[in-house]
């Protein structure tokens, strides 16, 4: 059985070296001055279909067989792997069918369908995603593309990381610490996997929305577990996961902490992105800059990296935030 390692990510960036985007590795003075130290933004919010999630479904779906190809892929997600699915399913010649949430953002569901994906549509509080997943699969002889707990996908995530380190070391630059959000834990873990090999001694910290903290409970326990029951969905849609996966969670076990953010906090750094930093960023892509903004992390004379993971935003809310007219749910 296939296991994800460095030596994956090595051979994950040679996979999708021809069909991904080597995303900037952006610094800005503005937010430099303001924190009191060196910021180094990976902008994966110009990825293929918008956010990191490329990088493992075409890993993954590229080493399709001619057979898997004919019988298609079918994944589940709230979006950004979904978008990410059906692209690289276009690009390989594949269908490709996504279960969605039916609040899912319309951004995110327009972006698959303009892909060529076919979208079947869930209850998310009903309904159980993994089970429709399976089912599609089994009834269709589908191959069925898992959102972080697959270790092809990890391996593509973690061509984000070695990107971070190659192109900061170009630089002459050594990160002290690199933030990235976590919810299954794909892309972290394909972080950690990277930062391990090449930059052991940078803390890697994880970042969540504040009642989606499982990641957090679950280091602190030294085991899976989920978080308690919401009351109101967090505007991090693509950081909704109800805990790490099989598969992501021992190798997350060497991050070096996990904080956790606020809608309104979030909200701030959706906004100071746009204002300031002239980007959009979705809000589960802007939680790491985030947990610097309000000093959650400390930034002042460190080198911080950080995962601007992605920027499907639904354009009602995001006209809402940048205006001030956000108000989150209590």
């Known amino acids: 059985m296939h296991t994800a390692s ?17 995303t900037p590795l952006l610094e800005h003075p503005a937010l430099n001055e303001r924190l009191g ?8 919010t110009v990825q293929v279909a918008g956010a990191f999630k490329f ?20 994944a589940y997600s709230s979006g950004n792997h979904a978008q990410a699915v059906a692209a690289a399913a276009r690009m390989v010649g594949t269908s490709a069918v996504i279960v969605m949430p039916a609040d899912s953002p319309r951004v995110k569901v327009e972006g698959v369908l303009a892909f060529g994906g076919e979208v079947r549509s869930y209850d998310r509080y009903t309904e159980s995603r993994e089970a429709i997943g399976e089912e599609i699969a089994s009834t269709r002889g589908s191959v069925l593309v898992r959102p972080f707990d697959d270790p092809f996908v990890i391996e593509g995530q973690g061509t984000t990381g070695l990107e971070i380190v190659e192109d900061a070391r170009a630089r002459k630059v050594e990160i002290d610490q690199l933030l990235c959000g976590a919810s299954g834990g794909g892309l972290i873990a394909g972080i950690n996997l990277s930062m391990a090999a090449l930059s052991p001694d940078t803390r890697v910290i994880g970042v969540e929305p504040a009642a989606y903290n499982d990641t957090l409970l679950s280091l602190q326990a030294g085991e899976r577990l989920t978080h308690a029951p919401v009351a109101h969905p967090t505007i991090c849609d693509a950081l909704m996961t109800d805990r790490p996966g ?5 190798i997350n076990q060497r991050l070096s902490g ?9 909200a701030e750094a959706v906004r100071y992105a746009y204002r300031t930093l002239k980007l959009v960023v979705e809000p589960g892509g802007a939680v790491s800059l985030a947990a610097l903004l309000t000093g959650k992390v400390e930034a002042r004379d460190r080198t911080s990296a950080i995962v601007l993971s992605g920027g499907n935003v639904d354009a009602a809310l995001f006209s809402a935030i940048i205006e001030d007219r956000f108000i989150p749910a209590t």
Do not use: C, H, W
């Open 37 to 44: 130290g060196r910021v180094l933004m990976k902008a994966e």
């Open 258 to 266: 996990v904080e956790t953010v606020t809608d309104a906090e979030v």
């Open 55 to 74: 990088r493992g479904a075409y890993n993954r779906i590229s080493r399709l067989t001619e057979d898997e190809k004919a019988r298609g892929v079918v």
């Open 6 to 22: 460095f030596d994956g990510v090595l051979d994950a960036a040679r996979q999708i070296a021809p069909a991904a985007v080597r």
């Open 246 to 250: 099989e598969l992501t969670f021992p």
